[in-house]
């Protein structure tokens, strides 16, 4: 009796002390799954890290590029790049500047984002706030085809249909509100004419860029959190009040995201404002003058890229427009940076 006393507590020890098969097999799979995720989180790190290399590697060498090609022709210059408002001349001795081409970029743009900024905002917070399900989502379909247009689409319709349009507004500006600079009576009537002006462009280039503002700010206003809806209705917000101290806050950076994205497109724009506006204009603040941007007046010279001088002048306009984008995305980043 003692032995098999003795002999059943150590079979019971022996019994426990031996590792369960399941338990292992369990353990190693956890080991395997933190291995594969650890293997795939450098993975994509390298992925991600290189396309953020490779861009910023394209850029440079676009701006590379653009001085090589300009250089040249800026030291040829016998005018100064920067204040010279004559006519461009490219042949013989070389004179161009770019004030005048300065001016109706930035003045076309500005246009531009001051009618479509307000309707896209409008039309984000109708999508996102008010409008049930099965009216919002053709509406923001609608506006997203917008920017499927070509641009030569919109300059025709920009020149055949609305500057014949805005004749008779632009007749009425000048009549009643000719005595403020925007709107005086223009050097060359020929704009008001045909409706090919700065204000016309500037019509034309809002509708263009408005798609791209409106589906970023409606994606972030989408993903404000429930918890601050719920934390201003719960203290007796109305809808406005939620969309004025909850969702505008929270999506404002991505409102300024949207709208430099889209001041970009604007600035680049070449086709829509080559057929509405294609001749240089005084610098004179009159939405009632003609212009031509630094995109246009590259496009309107193709022909003459003949020779490296010639092509030189003018890559150093779009030299301009580069520098330019750059800054305005460095200014709108910190504007988000100090709202973050």
């Known amino acids: 009796m003692d032995s098999r006393a003795s002999t059943a507590p150590e079979a019971g020890r022996a019994a426990t002390e031996q590792p369960a098969p399941p338990s292992g097999r369990r353990g190693s799979s956890r080991l395997t799954d933190s291995a594969v995720s650890r293997t795939g989180d450098r993975v994509m790190r390298t992925l991600s890290t290189g396309s953020g290399l490779l861009v910023s590697v394209v850029i440079g060498l676009i701006a590379i590029f653009l001085l090589i090609q300009a250089v040249p022709a800026l030291a040829g210059n016998t005018q100064?790049?920067?204040?010279?408002?004559?006519?461009?001349?490219?042949?013989?001795?070389?004179?161009?500047?770019?004030?005048?081409?300065f001016y109706a970029t930035v003045l076309v743009s500005v246009i531009a984002l001051i009618i479509a900024m307000p309707v896209a905002l409008g039309i984000a917070l109708f999508v996102t706030e008010y409008a049930p399900k099965r009216v919002a989502t053709p509406i923001a379909y609608v506006v997203d085809l917008l920017a499927?247009?070509?641009?030569?689409?919109?300059?025709?319709?920009?020149?055949?249909?609305?500057?014949?349009?805005?004749?008779?507004?632009?007749?009425?500006?000048?009549?009643?509100?000719?005595?403020?600079?925007?709107?005086?009576?223009?050097?060359?009537?020929a704009n008001m004419s045909t409706g090919g002006t700065?204000?016309?462009?500037?019509?034309?280039?809002?509708?263009?860029?408005?798609?791209?503002?409106?589906?970023v700010t409606r994606e972030v206003f989408a993903q404000t959190p429930h918890g601050h809806r719920e934390a201003a209705l719960a203290l007796g917000a109305s809808q406005w009040e939620v969309v004025r101290y909850a969702v505008l806050p929270f999506g404002f950076s991505g409102y300024?995201?949207?709208?430099?994205?889209?001041?970009?497109?604007?600035?680049?724009?070449?086709?829509?404002?080559?057929?509405?506006?294609?001749t240089a204009g005084p610098i004179n603040f009159n939405l009632m003058e003609s212009g031509e941007t630094f995109a246009t007046i590259i496009a309107n010279n193709?022909?003459?890229?003949?020779?490296?001088?010639?092509?030189?002048?003018?890559?150093?306009?779009?030299?301009?427009?580069?520098?330019?984008?750059?800054?305005?995305?460095a200014?709108?980043?910190?504007?988000?940076?100090?709202?973050a």
């Open 80 to 101: 100064n790049f920067f204040t010279y408002q004559g006519p461009w001349a490219t042949s013989g001795d070389l004179a161009f500047g770019i004030p005048r081409q």
């Open 148 to 189: 499927a247009i070509p641009s030569i689409v919109y300059g025709l319709w920009g020149i055949l249909v609305l500057g014949p349009a805005m004749v008779g507004v632009n007749t009425w500006l000048v009549g009643n509100l000719g005595f403020l600079p925007f709107f005086s009576e223009p050097d060359n009537a």
């Open 198 to 215: 700065v204000l016309t462009a500037g019509i034309v280039l809002a509708v263009m860029i408005l798609p791209v503002i409106t589906a």
């Open 256 to 278: 300024i995201s949207g709208s430099m994205l889209g001041l970009g497109r604007a600035l680049g724009e070449t086709m829509a404002l080559m057929l509405i506006i294609s």
């Open 302 to 329: 193709a022909a003459e890229f003949d020779d490296p001088l010639k092509t030189g002048a003018y890559i150093s306009a779009g030299l301009v427009l580069f520098a330019l984008t750059f800054i305005v995305n």
């Open 331 to 339: 200014a709108a980043r910190a504007v988000i940076a100090r709202k």
